[in-house]
């Protein structure tokens, strides 16, 4: 398992946001990765958050059956 969340402040107010959240491939599909998450919302809320935010690409299906959708558009520059 691993894993980095914090809580930050937009104009709209603290958003939980989940800045990778990996579960070894050997150890999928048993339910960690849900627990993982359902635990984040939980500190989350306590905490006031408006809403969990991620970027990335990686399992949309996983995150659509927890009850994510795609809200926004990722722009990057690559300065190398």
Do not use: C, D
Not at 11 to 35: C, D, L
Request: net charge positive; proline share 2%; glycine share 8%.
């Amino acid at each position: 398992l691993l894993g980095f969340v914090h809580l930050t402040l937009f104009a709209n107010g603290p958003v939980a946001w989940v800045e990778e959240a990996m579960v070894q491939s050997g150890s999928r599909r048993q339910g960690i990765g849900r627990r993982l998450l359902e635990e984040f919302e939980t500190w989350a809320r306590e905490r006031q958050a408006g809403y969990v935010a991620m970027a990335t690409r990686r399992a949309p299906e996983f995150y659509h059956a927890l009850g994510y959708e795609a809200s926004a558009t990722f722009f990057r520059k690559v300065l190398r």
